[in-house]
């Protein structure tokens, strides 16, 4: 089979491979989309701490069963496999804290991933209910978009967002859009999309239709939108620690800031007014990936339409193009770009 391995930092290449065996309580996959994102890009520049290469990699994966050892599962179920794998053991998963389990694993880093044609899932994913019937009507390009979905679900749980609401996402790319379409369906009354990059705000806006739209001074036109009060979530998805201390000086009183998008690990610390969360009471949360339930609620939100995600997948690539499609999401040139191997 096909697959796109990665060797070092600018070694990612397409070649050929056996096919995996399914061992026992796994089940094997023809793998009919495996989406891209932001993190597949950095792995590729920078290489990851959690991966010893060679490594298959991608993490946003939907395919079809072909093989299987695994009780419940059969050929030709269609299906959606999580990235983030909890251990279901430890002491926060006992709590229902799967996504910051100190044991986590993930595929694409510590198992191979989805950009092949096939792989298998560990038993270790079906352990802990992350493999997931694509529900009918569901196509595999728009199950593969249910990880990241699932990220800004556990985000938007986290910062409390619900109706009412006036949100500022500030980042428009992929999970910028999934987080305006997600504060919709939570009842938020209104959402603005800021960007710095006029060109990839004015894409987003097109599918997604904001409130409004802010890509210059943003604390002040962010302030005009609200008259004066700020809003009541601000999340921050971009990894940028110039957002993340624009959006403690943009939350109202009482707000809520995600700290959505991660910064990069030489340079991870900001400025903050803690007198501003002192007097306005304001909550800050981080937001890490999500659990195998957020991936089930995610399709789910899929299948019933409340979060639309077929539209903001406007590439479809083979796996030989997976280089250009790195690129491409490099340079924030498409929503959401998909690999079809």
């Known amino acids: 089979m096909k697959v796109a391995r990665f060797h070092a930092p600018g070694d990612l290449r397409v070649e050929e491979a056996p096919e995996p065996v399914t061992g026992p309580g796994e089940v094997k996959i023809r793998v009919r989309n495996c989406s891209t994102c932001g993190t597949d890009v950095k792995i590729y520049k920078h290489g990851h701490h ?104 556990n985000g938007q749980e986290l910062a409390r967002v619900g109706p009412g609401d006036d949100v500022v996402i500030m980042g428009s790319g992929p999970i910028g859009c999934l987080h305006v379409r997600l504060a919709r369906a939570r009842g938020a009354a209104r959402v603005f999309l800021a960007d710095i990059n006029p060109d990839r705000l004015a894409m987003a806006a097109a599918l997604v239709r904001p409130d409004a739209t802010i890509h210059t001074d943003i604390e002040e036109q962010l302030s005009k939108l609200t008259d004066g009060r700020g ?12 957002a993340q201390e624009q959006a403690i000086r943009m939350a109202a009183r009482q707000g809520r800031i995600s700290f959505f998008g991660g910064l990069p690990k030489d340079n991870p610390i900001i400025a903050c007014d803690s007198n501003l969360v002192h007097y306005r009471e304001l909550t800050i949360v981080g937001a890490n990936g999500s659990s195998p339930a957020h991936n089930a609620r995610a399709l789910d939100l899929i299948a019933t339409g409340a979060v639309p995600v077929a539209d903001l997948i406007t590439e479809r690539l083979p796996l030989t193009d997976i280089l250009a499609a790195i690129d491409t999401v490099a340079r924030g040139a498409a929503i959401k770009v998909t690999i079809e191997p």
Request: glycine content about 12%; aromatic content about 6%.
């Open 231 to 242: 809003a009541d979530v601000v999340i921050t998805a971009a990894a940028a620690g110039s």
């Open 50 to 153: 959690h991966i010893d290469p060679p490594r298959v990699m991608g993490h946003e994966i939907a395919g079809e069963i072909v093989e299987s050892a695994a009780p419940g599962w059969s050929p030709g179920d269609r299906v959606q496999v999580i990235a983030a794998i909890p251990c279901g053991r430890c002491a926060e998963c006992a709590r229902g804290r799967m996504t910051v389990c100190p044991n986590q694993e993930s595929m694409g880093y510590h198992y191979d991933g989805g950009f092949g044609e096939y792989l298998t899932v560990p038993a270790k994913v079906l352990a802990v209910d992350g493999l997931n019937r694509i529900p009918d009507g569901v196509g595999f390009a728009e199950a593969s978009v249910a990880e990241p979905l699932a990220c800004v679900l």
